[in-house]
């Protein structure tokens, strides 16, 4: 087991440096010279140069890789921003918070979802409630997150502020946000709302609207792998030994059917942190996907990079996280 | 380490010459350990020196127990895997190491039946092509012509040549096996390979299959090798019967040799062990059991491999002198053991005392 | 007093193709103490018996008729809470392939406890004494250590002893095995019908045999029920059915066994297969592959009757009688010079 997780670790690494380099190669040796873009507008030839000698870029190639590597481990530094030279730093980490508390959340929500509709539909297959179930995670796949999240916005959003509905018309009322992100520490400047239930409030459609999409794929998932299970031999066992049947579940087959989703969750979790960019686009949240996308509009390299690595490091670290986990959770693997 | 058997050549029955001589047969797969650099740490020695022929037109039964290394053996012998040591000649050539084309070519003498015939057919493919498949990777004839062998050999099998376009689920376990056996017979080999055929089929249709099996070699003058664990299925096929026992051979002898006197004592516990159906037999007679489980071939016992199981093992020769697999005096059967046994049945395995080995 | 009385029996499965009849009709009983077999293919019914009776059944619609009594009580008429607690405490069931019917996750150690601690209420160190002593008892080496083993770290031989201890840990009066043995090598085979037999002797349980092997049904069986199709071909005590017996399918049986012909014969297997279950053949199931079918044994169904002059031996079959221990003379002659 130990040898594992040494080998997995050392394993990382290697991903790791070649993610950077991979991200290196494509964004600052591909397009057109950074310099250039770093110089403004029409920018004179003296200046490029000048901005050259400043960025490094007329350095080789292995030394300027060689500096961003050092920066990135040893510093920690992920840049200056193209568009007003603030840290990348600053910006990743004001944005990873806010992707992070809407992948979370809504990850806590899909499996809430996912779990008793999966497991109830596997122990009853095609009844009315398993083919309801089948028929909204069709839906829930197809459904564009977008198109979700405004449908949403706008039932649960506008149409209560706006007092019409159908071609009636009702005393209006807020009933939930269509727009913004609260901080759940507290109101910081320039921001209108905080604290944690102003954070938990604004976060519900935008969590519906993320898990949908998740949910339908775990739901059939865990359907699929409870209902495989159920036809084991051991639970087979389990029942001649007389166990009821809730045990029977409880202790053999959710224990079994549930490790491969393990992996799924930690992959999907490690993908989603990357940048959920449709969800905090429609509800305006300010997080690592925003952040990316308005960086690719003003090609503000130094920030696409930064959001690119930290991305880059987190689905490296959750997938080590999870194959540790799944290797402690499968006695077959821990002890060989 | 044994050494090559001499040629036998006192066979009363004039089958032809040999087809296929094995010796010191080797394969090892290798233990790995490391972080980074993958260092051997052991060895699984699945087959570990391993030697027999096989005349043309005979039928050489191999029998064992899981982890005797019988199923790796079938296969480097059909070179789908590399032995790691020792020699194949088939047909007088060395085929141990040869690649490629060589290969190919012979691929089209040497075909193997597998045991799962659930698992041995592709259940994307049509009987008709899963047959045939062979004739045509090696271009033999027009797709007109090969459709038309195909059938012939379904009909020779005893299936209905008109199922040549039906997917193998259509078919029973029997039937599935039947189309193995087809395809095995499909290019014309010399020799095929049956590694346990009949072991996931019921006992009516094990029959069926045998049956089979022993017409096909008459008509087609077939050499077979057939690997089983079900002694009583190796005796009514084969001519001669070799058990194996973590990676060796331990006995090898003609059928009616081996099964009416066995001189090794795991091939008599082997016996022994087999129910009879004929309760009053049954019965009264004392079974040897042997106690625990086989070793694994990471780390087999020094010297005779079965001597920490075996009814009569001696200290200091058992465990330090490796038998050597050869004939002793006054029978016709090859047995690598120091204390072969003296009579058959015998109720117990155990050494009469004073004795001496041999 | 039998143990175990089953009364015409019958398992329907509503399967989209229609209704499978897996079991239709069979009655047989076993005695305290002594071991039944139920011999034949795949397909006969001889598992989906037994399953029925432990209502270990698994489809959604299934109908089923006929009476298990054991000690009085109907099996198949007690609600199923009431049934949960026959299994493993009074009857416990054991299945071919030991590699998969022990959870991978668990130890054993926690397996063989839960076999405890769901019949009792006991305490974790008490159980985990009473696994140590099943352990013991099977003769798996070092059971100390060996409880906090997980299955994959046992042989397959290994794996089965531990199965046959989670089963008899509550000391059940009757244990159901469903092909222990198949797919073991023969001379773990050998160990674990050792095993079971002095077992059976210790704890006094009686035993219900499933197999196809009829040499193992020749060294373990007190009784014998022979079936085919869903159906009893016929049944009685093992010296009836191997040297007196009565039906084409069992002669058939014994006749296809490499065992008794002499090398170089081809062997005489049955011919045909087993038939489907969606829609038998009418009248005796067996007429398509009888090689003495008789007019009237295509649509009258023969009669489970006793043998003449015997106790409880049946066989159902249309053949007079004259023919029957002609037959059955044959072949038990040819049975006992094979292994003179």
Redesign the interface.
């Known amino acids: 087991m130990v040898?594992y997780i040494?080998?997995r670790l050392?394993w990382a690494i290697v991903l790791f440096l070649s993610v950077t380099i991979i991200t290196y190669v494509i964004f600052y040796l591909v397009p057109v010279d950074p310099a250039r873009l770093a110089a403004g507008r029409n920018p004179t030839p003296e200046q490029v140069k000048a901005v050259g000698h400043y960025l490094g870029t007329d350095r080789p190639v292995w030394y300027q890789y060689g500096l961003f590597l050092k920066r990135l481990v040893i510093d920690h530094n992920l840049g200056y921003s193209f568009a007003d030279r603030v840290s990348v730093n600053t910006d990743v980490l004001n944005a990873a918070p806010v992707t992070a508390s809407l992948v979370i959340g809504g990850a806590i929500l899909w499996m809430l979802i996912a779990i008793p509709v999966g497991v109830f539909s596997a122990l009853h297959p095609r009844s009315k409630t398993d083919r309801v179930a089948m028929a909204s995670v069709l839906v829930g796949i197809s459904a564009h997150p977008i198109w979700i999240g405004l449908v949403l916005s706008y039932v649960f959003g506008y149409v209560p502020t706006s007092g019409h509905a159908l071609g009636f018309s009702f005393p209006s009322f807020t009933f939930l946000p269509i727009q913004g992100y609260c901080n759940i520490r507290g109101a910081s400047q320039g921001q209108v709302c905080g604290g944690p239930i102003q954070w938990f409030y604004h976060l519900i459609l935008p969590w519906i609207t993320f898990a949908i999409l998740y949910a339908a794929f775990y739901v059939r998932m865990i359907r699929a792998n409870v209902m495989e299970t159920?036809?084991?031999?051991?639970v087979?066992?389990?029942?001649?030994?007389?166990?009821?049947e809730l045990?029977v579940l409880r202790?053999?087959v959710l224990?079994?059917a549930m490790?491969p989703v393990v992996t799924m969750l930690g992959m999907d979790i490690a993908i989603a942190l990357g940048g959920a960019v449709l969800v905090e686009n429609v509800f305006g949240l300010p997080g690592l996907g925003q952040l990316a996308v308005t960086a690719v509009g003003t090609f503000d390299l130094p920030v696409i990079i930064g959001t690119v690595v930290f991305a880059s490091i987190m689905v490296i670290t959750f997938n080590l996280l999870v194959d540790i986990l799944y290797a402690w959770?499968?006695?077959?693997i821990r002890?060989g | 380490m044994a050494t090559a058997t001499s040629e036998e050549t006192t066979r009363p029955a004039p089958l032809g010459d040999e087809l296929l001589r094995v010796e010191n047969l080797e394969k090892h797969f290798p233990i790995t350990r490391g972080i980074i650099f993958q260092k051997e740490i052991a060895k699984v020695r699945a087959v570990d020196g391993v030697s027999f022929s096989v005349r043309r037109g005979e039928t050489l039964g191999i029998v064992g127990e899981s982890g005797c290394g019988k199923s790796t053996m079938a296969r480097c012998v059909m070179r789908l895997l590399d032995p790691t040591g020792g020699k194949i000649t088939f047909d007088g050539q060395d085929i141990t190491h040869i690649k490629g084309n060589d290969l190919m070519r012979v691929r089209r003498e040497l075909m193997m039946v597998f045991q799962d015939p659930y698992a041995s057919l592709n259940p994307r493919k049509r009987v008709g092509y899963i047959v045939g498949e062979a004739l045509q990777v090696h271009k033999q004839g027009t797709p007109k012509e090969i459709k038309g062998r195909v059938q012939e050999l379904l009909d020779v099998v005893g299936l209905n040549p008109e199922h040549y376009n039906r997917y193998p689920h259509e078919f029973s376990g029997g039937q599935r096996q039947r189309i193995g056996v087809a395809r095995a017979l499909a290019i014309r080999p010399k020799m095929i390979v049956c590694d346990e055929p009949v072991s996931a089929l019921d006992v009516s249709v094990q029959a069926q299959i045998l049956n089979l099996l022993k017409r096909l070699q008459r008509e087609f003058d077939l050499t077979y090798i057939f690997i089983a664990h079900d002694l009583d299925v190796v005796r009514h096929i084969s001519d001669r019967v070799g058990v194996m026992y973590l990676g060796k051979v331990v006995e090898i002898g003609t059928a009616l040799d081996l099964y009416q006197h066995p001189k090794h004592p795991y091939s008599g516990a082997l016996l022994s062990a087999v129910p009879i159906p004929n309760p009053r037999a049954a019965r009264s007679r004392e079974p040897v059991v042997l106690e625990g489980d086989v070793p694994s071939p990471i780390n087999p016992p020094s010297a005779c491999r079965f001597h920490p199981r075996c009814p009569r093992f001696q200290p200091g020769t058992c465990d330090t002198i490796e038998p050597v697999l050869e004939r002793k005096e006054g029978s016709a059967s090859e047995v690598a053991c120091h204390f072969p046994l003296e009579t058959w049945p015998m109720s117990d395995l155990r050494l009469p005392s004073g004795s001496t080995p041999r | 007093m039998a143990l175990l009385d089953v009364k015409d029996l019958r398992t329907h499965f509503h399967t989209e193709d229609g209704i499978v009849r897996a079991v239709d009709g069979v009655s047989f009983s076993v005695e305290k103490g002594k071991t039944l077999a139920i011999v034949g293919e795949s397909g006969s019914g001889k598992s989906v018996t037994c399953l029925t009776i432990m209502g270990l059944n698994s489809g959604r619609r299934i109908d089923i008729s006929g009476e298990a009594v054991f000690d009085g009580e109907d099996l198949l008429s007690i609600p199923k809470d009431e049934l949960r607690r026959y299994r493993g405490k009074r009857i416990s069931m054991i299945f071919q392939d030991p590699m998969t019917s022990l959870n991978p996750v668990h130890t054993i150690g926690r397996q063989l406890r839960e076999a405890v601690q769901l019949h009792a209420d006991v305490t974790k160190a008490q159980a985990n004494a009473r696994a140590l002593e099943m352990l013991k008892a099977v003769r798996i080496p070092r059971p100390e250590t060996r409880l906090d083993d997980y299955p994959h770290q046992f042989s397959g031989g290994m794996r089965q002893r531990v199965m046959i201890a989670m089963a008899l840990i509550n000391n059940p009066d009757l244990l159901i095995a469903d092909e222990p043995t198949t797919a073991l090598d023969v001379t773990t085979q050998a160990q674990i019908l050792k095993l079971m037999n002095e077992l059976q002797r210790d704890f006094g349980s009686a035993i219900i045999l499933i197999t196809h092997d009829l040499g193992v049904v020749a060294e373990t069986a007190d009784d014998v029920l022979v079936m085919y199709a869903a159906q009893p071909a016929e049944r009685g005590g093992y010296e009836d059915i191997f040297y007196r017996p009565h039906h084409p399918y069992t002669w058939g049986l014994l006749r296809s066994l490499p065992h008794l012909t002499s090398v170089g014969e081809d062997l005489k297997p049955i011919p045909g297969a087993p038939p489907s279950l969606l829609n038998p053949p009418t009248g005796c199931r067996f007429h398509t592959r009888c090689p003495y079918a008789m007019d009237v044994c295509t649509t009258v169904v023969p009669e489970f009757a006793l043998v003449p002059g015997s106790g409880e031996h049946r066989a159902a079959c249309h053949l007079d009688e004259e023919t029957k221990q002609r037959e059955a003379a044959a072949i038990a002659s040819e049975t006992l010079a094979d292994s003179a």
Not at chain 1, 230 to 234: M, P, R
Not at chain 1, 236 to 241: I, L
Not at chain 1, 329 to 332: A, C, G, T, V, Y
């Open positions: 040898r040494i080998r050392l159920l036809n084991e031999d051991y087979r066992t389990a029942r001649a030994k007389g166990a009821p045990q202790s053999h224990r079994n490790l959770i499968d006695p077959r002890l």
